[in-house]
């Protein structure tokens, strides 16, 4: 069964036109663009106790493994949250939709066997701040699970993103950034990515400046390791 927490003003993010738009889109892209048998790929294998971060309108939720005891889901956006704890409701894994941001994480340090990002840290106002928080509140040796688009490998199409991020795609699309490298971050951050491959989103028709696309997996460092 879901909770939801109210949020307050400090932890709230307005983007309710996006939010909306989201969404419908997500859904969509699900149902239709192969991005829920992603998903199913990005859970598989989890276990014990999960912090989702920017858990959205709650997509995530029916692909979590049985061996999932609980899933605390922390989403900032109103509209989103409320709709993640909807979803919760019919997921068979316990979930907690929590408010809160990826840079100020409301869960203590070292409780969490894995922890999900999936199309989040395009968004974050801090992704170094977000990492770094990832990496306290999960248990050494515990899993980050990681679904992100970013930079594209190709130097014109780099400089695409960063033009669009510097003038009206942050505008349109609540926030999200297409040039960040997430795969770099991670590992500056202080994670051993474990595995990853690229793909792109949508798969067939035109490229979008946000359609390359890492999946993969990583982990906080065991205790004592350098």
Not at 7 to 20: E, K
Not at 81 to 105: H, M, N, Q, S
Not at 195 to 211: K, Y
Request: glycine share 12%.
């Amino acid at each position: 069964m879901a909770r939801q927490r109210a949020g307050t003003g400090a932890d709230a993010v307005d983007h309710p036109l996006f939010a909306r738009l989201y969404a419908r889109v997500s859904v969509v892209a699900d149902a239709r663009g192969g991005v829920g048998e992603l998903r199913r790929e990005l859970l598989d294998g989890l276990s014990g106790r999960v912090v989702e971060v920017g858990a959205g309108n709650g997509l995530n939720f029916p692909h979590y493994p049985a061996a999932v005891s609980e899933v605390v889901a922390v989403e900032p956006e109103r509209v989103l949250r409320r709709l993640a704890a909807e979803e919760g409701l019919r997921a068979a894994t316990p979930v907690d939709v929590v408010p809160g941001t990826a840079e100020a994480l409301p869960v203590g340090s070292g409780e969490f066997d894995g922890a999900v990002v999936s199309l989040v840290l395009c968004s974050v106002r801090d992704v170094r701040g977000s990492l770094a928080e990832l990496l306290r509140v999960l248990k050494p040796g515990g899993e980050l699970r990681f679904l992100e688009h970013g930079l594209a490998r190709g130097r014109v199409a780099a400089a695409v993103q960063r033009g669009m991020d510097a003038t009206v795609w942050p505008q349109l699309f609540g926030g999200c950034h297409t040039a960040r490298d997430p795969l770099a971050e991670i590992g500056a951050a202080g994670f051993e990515v474990v595995t990853h491959r690229r793909l792109r989103l949508p798969e067939r028709g035109v490229p979008l400046p946000s359609s390359p696309t890492v999946l993969g997996v990583a982990r906080r460092p065991p205790s004592g390791a350098a």
